[in-house]
């Protein structure tokens, strides 16, 4: 175009790629202060995800109008590169590319995609400063990103209006932005056009260049950070936490008690969290008032490690203090850590895959396990664990009391069993759930199905001792029960526990204890498929079905619990607004099942309070933590006379028997 300028033109290009490439080694820099993680070990599942999430926007488009907001600008930024790199080919490269067909076909889809991006900015700029969400918060980072690649549009289809308005083009129908745009300079010297021209592209030039440098500076880091975070993420990384080292003598201190502690990829989380707030709108705790947002955790990470990472860098040597600090409580609050119910709705909103329930995990671990610091309502849940199997600190000699008159075998004085149910500590000393385990076994039975259970030699499964932070405790738990398992040959566990079937199915295969898990729920829809079990007798009335968070949005177990009921004659289904995988908390897990809740911030109670909404005059779930928080939200909204709330192996057993 201006060969005499070329040369100035690379110079730029070159510094502006350094000032990039120095952006990102420093950025790289902080992300090695971090403890070494193995995240390639599942490649294939990461490029699967890259290319669903980052250009399939699947997780995006959730929300309308940010989604296609969003979409415009990323397919925009793929065009313009695609068609720079092809101009760059042609015309300094000498390979004829952007010619023919490929350069019409491309030239249509740049100006309609630049369209697109351009409207796409107005979007932004209404929902940032007009029209903005709560959980939308603006920083002058934002606004100059937006008004950047604005610029950067506008000026480039003034190029394109330029060159048509000068020069002429014969295939102008397939640049229709700048064709409108030739139409504002109709008249207009050839001279000025061409002196506007090159004055436009230099400045489309500089901005161009200057963007690209900005961007490791800048929130617009996210269009490198976010894909490598989608390709590096475990997809579901609080289904299954990485144990701790237990058995070596010479670790001081477990968890995480400083930035530094984190692994790599937990400190790029921070860069790939673009701040949309979904996660902080899906929240339970945040939503029922807790100090606690999934977002401002994540910022609040990152901006310490953007504080204390560079005096690491420098050996330490400088403001020790500050080196020091102790992430709880001097960055993050300790009810903040204690907050959160594990329900992952956060991780499952995040559209880069940020992990927020690990870290959470790793500074209860350091509470717990290195200072004994840890609300007081669980040294009775702790003591329970250790002492008698249990968290309500029963005797496990009591264990197998709910059985009787049901004639269950034990595995102890049974010949060989197809399945062990495994009923956990809720349906075995809960008197509420110890209806929902009666139910089970007269479903097994009438469905001839060949099981037995542990009975006294049962004992906590430790989901909620891994989740609380004690990985000590939790460990010692699960190491009990998979020497009992192998030492009987255990192959096949029924859980009617959600929490038990995630520990059991996810975690224990990290200790040796590798089973096939199936949840009631599963089991029973297969069942009455295979006509093993027939629902004859009609129950007349409406259900709406509560999800819990450890069998749908951990194990993605959403249509069998909903099989089994629209079998069931009489019963009409209606969804709660937020079901599946948006499904509401209950607000028992991560061991909050065990602590206190300010009654104004009962999540239990919204969760009932959205059931209510419905219309339904039964409430179902498949979980005894569900059943226990919402029979209680019941008894709180004084609707418990009218409104019940069952398990849906009881509703099944009232249908069959």
Not at 474 to 502: D, R, W
Request: with cysteine; aromatic share 10%.
């Amino acid at each position: 175009m201006y060969h005499d300028s070329y040369l100035f033109m690379y110079v730029l290009m070159v510094v502006a790629f350094a000032i990039f490439a120095k952006g990102m080694y420093d950025r790289y820099r902080l992300w090695q202060l971090g403890v070494p993680e193995d995240r390639l070990k599942h490649g294939k599942i990461g490029l699967i995800r890259f290319f669903s999430h980052s250009f399939g926007h699947l997780r995006l488009l959730r929300e309308t109008y940010p989604g296609v907001m969003h979409w415009f600008f990323f397919w925009s930024f793929a065009a313009f590169t695609l068609g720079t790199l092809s101009i760059a080919a042609t015309e300094d490269l000498k390979i004829p590319l952007f010619q023919g067909a490929y350069y019409l076909i491309l030239s249509l889809i740049m100006d309609l995609l630049g369209l697109g991006a351009m409207i796409a900015i107005g979007m932004a700029l209404w929902r940032r400063y007009g029209n903005k969400p709560e959980g939308i918060d603006n920083t002058p980072d934002d606004l100059i990103s937006l008004l950047l690649i604005g610029a950067i549009l506008v000026t480039g289809f003034m190029l394109e209006g330029l060159r048509i308005a000068f020069a002429g083009d014969l295939w102008v129908a397939w640049n229709p932005v700048g064709a409108s745009f030739a139409a504002l300079f109709t008249g207009s010297e050839p001279a000025g056009l061409r002196s506007m021209h090159r004055a436009v592209w230099w400045i489309h030039l500089l901005m161009s260049f200057g963007l690209i440098a900005y961007i490791p500076y800048s929130k617009l880091f996210h269009l490198i950070t976010g894909p490598m975070n989608q390709i590096l993420a475990k997809g579901r990384a609080a289904q299954s936490l990485s144990p701790l080292d237990m058995e070596d003598e010479t670790v001081e201190q477990f968890g995480v008690n400083e930035i530094q502690q984190f692994t790599w990829k937990q400190l790029l989380d921070g860069d790939a969290c673009v701040r949309c707030g979904r996660c902080q709108d899906r929240c339970p705790a945040y939503l029922s008032g807790k100090p606690l947002s999934p977002k401002q955790f994540t910022q609040d990470l990152k901006k310490h490690l953007d504080a204390k990472g560079p005096l690491l860098l420098k050996g330490g040597e400088q403001d020790a203090e500050s080196l020091s600090q102790p992430i709880v409580p001097g960055v993050v609050a300790e009810e903040t850590v204690w907050a959160c119910t594990t329900c992952g709705s956060c991780e499952e909103q995040c559209p880069v895959f940020v992990e927020h329930v690990p870290k959470i995990v790793d500074l209860r671990r350091n509470l717990v396990m290195t200072e004994s610091n840890f609300p007081h309502e669980l040294v009775l849940t702790f003591r329970g664990m250790e002492t008698n199997g249990n968290p309500w600190n029963i005797s496990r000699s009591t264990r197998a009391e709910w059985t009787k008159g049901l004639d269950v075998p034990t595995l102890a004085n049974s010949e060989s069993v197809e399945y062990l149910y495994w009923p956990g500590c809720s349906g075995a000393f809960d008197e509420r759930n110890k209806k929902v385990s009666t139910a089970i076994v007269k479903l097994l039975q009438k469905a001839g199905v060949s099981f037995a259970i542990l009975g006294t030699e049962e004992i906590c499964c430790g989901d909620s001792a891994r989740r609380l932070g004690n990985e000590y405790l939790y460990q010692t738990l699960a190491a009990q029960n998979i020497e009992t398992m192998n030492g009987y040959g255990v192959k096949k566990i029924i859980t009617s526990c959600p929490h038990c079937f995630n520990t059991l199915k996810n975690e224990y295969p990290q200790f040796g204890g590798n089973y096939e898990v199936i949840h009631h729920s599963v089991l029973m829809a297969s069942l009455v498929q295979a006509g093993k079990l027939k629902p004859e007798t009609p129950i007349t009335g409406s259900y709406t079905y509560h999800d819990s968070c450890y069998l749908g949005r951990y194990n993605d177990i959403y249509a069998e619990p909903r099989a089994v009921l629209a079998a069931i004659p009489g019963l009409q289904g209606k969804e709660m607004v937020e079901s599946k995988a948006n499904g509401f908390c209950c607000g028992a897990g991560g061991g909050r099942m065990w602590m206190e809740e300010e009654p104004n911030q009962r999540i239990n109670v919204k969760r009932t309070e959205q059931a209510l909404a419905t219309g339904a005059g039964l409430f179902v779930t498949a979980c005894p933590y569900c059943l226990t928080m919402l029979e209680d939200g019941t008894k709180l909204k004084d609707v418990d006379e009218t409104i019940k709330t069952k398990d849906i192996a009881e509703i099944l057993w009232d249908s069959v028997k």
